[in-house]
């Protein structure tokens, strides 16, 4: 059979036309292929998470009420969670509230005080060098606003007085000014008059025995205390309310021993606290967290509504302000490789046991994972629950048949 020019150019565009087709289908397979592979793997990452559960605390302790005449106004002389001694001051009344204003102006006075005669000290100013002073200023500055966004004002209170002296000395020692003398001598002056001014208090309350202070009662005082904790029950915890007595005559209240107590009804049924174990808690009027230990843990059989009572001994001003918040627990903190919960399966493998011929089903949990072309299983190790992913451990780094960190893991297509 023999081709004619026109035939042999029909089949070449033939031939050239399918080849064109032909790599066409292969490009555009490759590019879905490569898309739809992104789109379905995830690749395994370290992360970290901390398992935290909420519950209503009620707080506890061996609490003892501070009562006076109710003559006058109080100025307290004891902060809230402050610890007195046996005999400690309270507080002092007096007939009306301008010697109290009196008596807060004095303070501030004498606080400014002696920043001032420490920065007029001839040793403070002879040993600071305005670079060394400068690069104190900085890292005192970066404390003051880490102090301020953790809401610790005392901290706060503390790094502000420190910047005054070294920005005040810094002042001196590059001759911005000469010094602050007659800053001095008016507040001595104020000081004296106020002094000459003061008058007597109408009574002092003062502590019988010592203990933690607080400046309020809510009642219940004899009802809530540390040998009521055997008997409390679900109910009667539910049942307590946040509230302050309106009682002119009282003056606070006296808290007695180390240990205080918090109550709460949480749910048990997975046996997740145990009488021994210490956790963390951080009540929702507080930044900081404590710790405490698990004292007890009691309820009804399917402990769905279960008595906990944890015990603590730290003690803060937040910690004293209520007598029942909402309580964040945190049970641990948790590192591993992050799963999506939709890519895990169960895969069912018969293992034979070292030294025996028997055999038997085990179920494992894991994932699919891509593999170049391939797809495999890969077993994991579940330490943490979330509520769309969990966290495999990395305790099984270096054993193939474990999910390992950067593995593409296969989010669907496979059953």
Not at 194 to 216: C, D, H, N
Request: a negative charge.
């Amino acid at each position: 059979m023999r081709f004619t020019g026109t035939d042999s150019s029909m089949l070449v565009k033939i031939l050239r036309n399918t080849v064109i087709v032909l790599f066409l289908v292969i490009f555009v397979s490759v590019i879905y292929n490569q898309k739809n592979r992104d789109s379905d793997t995830e690749s395994a990452l370290i992360s970290e998470a901390t398992a935290v559960a909420e519950f209503r605390g009620v707080f506890i302790r061996d609490e003892a009420p501070i009562t006076y005449s109710g003559r006058g106004i109080l100025s307290y002389s004891v902060p809230d969670g402050g610890k007195l001694g046996s005999d400690g001051i309270i507080a002092v009344a007096y007939p009306d509230d301008s010697q109290i204003k009196r008596n807060r102006e004095q303070a501030a006075l004498e606080k400014e005080l002696d920043i001032l005669l420490k920065i007029q000290n001839p040793g403070t100013r002879e040993s600071a060098q305005p670079s060394e002073l400068s690069a104190n200023i900085s890292e005192d500055y970066r404390e003051f606003l880490f102090c301020r966004d953790r809401m610790d004002l005392p901290g706060v209170k503390s790094v502000k007085d420190e910047l005054i002296v070294e920005m005040s000395t810094y002042q001196i020692i590059t001759n911005e000014v000469t010094d602050f003398s007659q800053q001095v001598i008016d507040i001595q002056t104020r000081l004296d008059q106020l002094k000459r001014e003061a008058s007597k208090p109408i009574e002092t309350v003062s502590s019988k025995s010592s203990g933690y202070f607080v400046s309020y009662c809510d009642g219940y005082e004899d009802k809530l205390t540390v040998s009521s904790l055997d008997t409390l029950t679900a109910d009667q915890i539910e049942q307590v309310t946040d509230t302050r007595l309106d009682d002119p005559k009282v003056v606070g209240k006296l808290i007695s021993g180390y240990n205080w107590y918090l109550a709460g009804v949480v749910d048990n049924s997975h046996q997740e606290y145990k009488v021994g174990d210490y956790v963390r808690i951080r009540p929702e009027s507080s930044s900081e967290s404590f710790t405490a230990e698990v004292k007890d843990i009691r309820g009804e059989e399917d402990q769905k509504r279960a008595v906990l009572i944890l015990a603590c001994r730290e003690f803060s001003s937040e910690l004293v302000q209520h007598r029942c918040e909402n309580i964040e627990l945190i049970r641990g903190n948790y590192r591993g490789l992050k799963v999506p919960r939709e890519a895990i399966r169960f895969v069912n493998e018969e293992v034979t046991e070292d030294g025996s011929s028997v055999t038997k089903d085990v179920t494992y949990k894991g994932v699919y994972v891509l593999n170049g072309e391939k797809i495999e299983f890969k077993k994991i190790d579940v330490i943490y629950e979330g509520s769309d992913y969990v966290l495999s451990s990395l305790e099984h780094i270096g054993d193939e048949s474990y999910l390992a960190l950067y593995d593409d893991i296969m989010i669907e297509g496979v059953d």
